[in-house]
């Protein structure tokens, strides 16, 4: 597994912009598929969008389509997540994930996860 670090959380207001960022625990990650999900209060994780190793394809979830960008540097075993036009209800912990092989969107398909960062967007 590959121990994975998010930071960049916090709180905002309504249609504010924050960029959160994710560290992994190897020299690179060129060969995982990183991607991000998201947890509310009562709810269950889901999935918000994923990046391929090369950073050539990614995908979202329909509720962050146009507003949420992810992307990698794979010299920094980095990856980000820049979040525009936030709304209250992307609050929530957001959590890097990883995985060897194919691109994913369901927590079963994920190997290794960070601790999650808490977003909160106020009204």
């Known amino acids: 597994q590959v121990q994975l670090v998010e930071s960049g959380g916090g709180l905002v207001q309504a249609g504010g912009s924050l960029r959160l960022s994710c560290a992994a625990s190897?020299?690179?990650?060129?060969?995982?598929?990183m991607g991000w999900f998201r947890q509310a209060p009562g709810k269950e994780r889901e999935f918000v969008a994923v990046?391929?190793?090369?950073?050539?394809?990614?995908n979202y979830a329909d509720s962050v389509k146009g507003r949420f960008t992810i992307s990698r540097d794979n010299a920094k075993s980095m990856v980000y997540l820049q979040m525009n036009s936030l709304k209250p209800e992307d609050t929530a912990v957001y959590y890097c994930a990883a995985r060897v092989g194919r691109v994913f969107t369901s927590t079963d398909a994920v190997d290794s996860w960070g601790q999650g960062t808490q977003v909160t967007v106020s009204s």
């Open positions: 990046i391929s190793w090369s950073g050539g394809s990614t």
């Open positions: 190897v020299r690179t990650v060129s060969y995982l598929i």
